[in-house]
């Protein structure tokens, strides 16, 4: 069974928040719903709600993602992220000098949503540690 560091540990907070009596976000409040047992929704099940959730989806998504030679999150906007239908491993991005990377999914670090972090996950790469 994966633990909250592997699906993304912001929904321990929330749980903490939300009993605290802190007001959630519609946003917050969703992810709150998904969670099992404190374990961050999926960042497939997230990126599926951004595309198929036209209310959801009205904003501007950047995704932080962990390059290994970079040593570093890279955030990227959503608009310049290719998703091939299938693929439940990897999308594609093409930086500035025209190559496309293929980046897993498991590199995801964080999903921010008009500047305000909506999901995060912590590191698990050799590199990180």
Aim: glycine share 8%; net charge negative.
């Amino acid at each position: 069974m994966p633990n909250d560091t592997e699906h993304g540990n912001i929904a321990v907070d929330m749980v903490e928040q939300a009993k605290r009596g802190v007001t959630l976000s519609v946003e917050e409040k969703w992810m709150l719903s998904r969670c099992r047992g404190g374990v961050m929704v999926p960042i497939q099940e997230l990126l599926n709600r951004i595309r198929w959730d036209g209310a959801f989806a009205e904003g501007d998504f950047v995704i932080g993602y962990y390059d290994r030679v970079a040593e570093m999150v890279i955030q990227v906007p959503l608009s310049q992220i290719h998703f091939t239908q299938g693929d439940h491993f990897f999308f594609h991005i093409t930086d500035t000098n025209g190559c496309t990377h293929e980046i897993p999914f498991h590199r995801v670090r964080e999903v921010y949503k008009n500047k305000e972090l909506i999901w995060h996950r912590e590191g698990q790469d050799k590199a990180e540690q």
